[in-house]
Every structure is written in C-alpha cells, then in structure tokens.
C-alpha cells in the first residue's frame, strides 16, 4: 500500500537562481555520466534534486516505459537529475532532448514532489528524490534512447481508463497537465 503525504501547500513559488562567488562559470562545465557502480552508491545514500517533463505531444501527455531502474517497465516521463549549473529549464530541455528528441516549449512547474522508491536490484537502499513537476508542450519527432522502451500517448478519455494502472504519482501529475492544458485553451 501507498502512503501519500501532503507536506506542501498549492502555492508555487518561483525557482530563483542565486550565483555565488564565481557561481556562474558552473553553467560552462562539461556534464559528464559516473559508472554504474558509483551512482548506485550514490543513489542509496543520498537524495537527489530531479525534474520531469510531463510532454503535451500532439493532444495527449507523453509517457515512456523505463527501460532501468527504479521503476523499471513502468511509464514514466522524461526527467532525471538537475545538471549541475544549468537552469531547471535549460537542463530539462536537454534531458528531453537527448531522450527522446523533442523540442519542448511553454514549461510550467505542476508540482514539488518527493518520490521515495523502495529498493531494487540496483538500488539496494531505494530511491530518495526531491521532484520539481513540470507541463510542456513538446514538437518535433519522437527519437528514444536506451532509457526507454517504448511510449504510450495518453488523452483524456485513455486516462480515465488506465489511471489506476500508472503509480500515484505519475497519475497525479497527468491529472494536472489536462487541468493546465484546459486552462490554456479557456
């Protein structure tokens, strides 16, 4: 069984970037992936600040079927670490970018999360992540990379029907992005 907390209220507030000392010169560095065995240790030790892009793609919310751990064959969106240095937003476009080839465009924060995942295979200590939840609206051709396996377009009409099969929160943060897309077209 789940158990879901609400540890923050429904007023989001803007993401302000500070740069201290020579703080800035961190947007030049090269973002470089660390062996297996590493981040394992890393992730079981640790909690990471992460975003995900809900991708509003062609009228529907995009989701990919994740292809490693945690959370392995679930759907999931595209997101992952912050990359150190970079912006949510830039470092989001990127992630996105890279995993599944899409342009994204009109980013709105729906959430601060905190998914914590219990253990796996690889993952012996589970999985703490601090969310930040954002709506996008995605264009061009979709191109997946090894992370994913495959991908489900999921309406709103779809959505009634398999919600109760995606984890709470990925349902949750699908919910809000038909919100936010009815808001945009009213």
């Known amino acids: 069984m789940i ?15 500070f740069y201290l000392g020579d703080g800035k010169i961190l947007e030049d560095f090269e973002i470089k ?30 989701l990919f079927k994740r292809n490693n751990e ?30 599944c080839g899409l342009k994204i465009k009109n980013l709105q924060l729906i959430g601060i999360n905190r998914l914590l995942i219990g253990p796996t295979e690889n993952f012996k200590k ?16 979709i191109i997946m990379d090894k992370d994913n396996k495959d991908y489900l377009l999921v309406g709103l009409v779809d959505f009634e029907n398999i919600k109760n099969s995606l984890n709470e929160y990925v349902s949750k943060m699908v919910e809000k992005c038909f919100e936010v897309q009815k808001n945009l077209q009213s």
């Open 126 to 141: 589970g999985s703490d992540d601090i969310t930040f939840s954002y709506f996008v609206e995605g264009e061009g051709k």
């Open 33 to 62: 992936f660390i062996e297996e065995e590493k981040y394992s240790e890393y992730r079981d030790n640790y909690v990471r600040v992460c975003h995900d892009a809900f991708i509003f793609y062609e009228g529907k919310v995009l």
């Open 3 to 17: 158990k879901r907390e609400s540890i923050y209220q429904e007023k989001i507030y803007k993401i302000e970037q």
């Open 70 to 99: 945690p959370e392995k064959g679930e759907f999931w969106p595209i997101g992952g670490a912050v990359h150190k240095g970079r912006s949510f937003e830039k470092s989001l476009r990127i992630k996105v970018e890279n995993e």
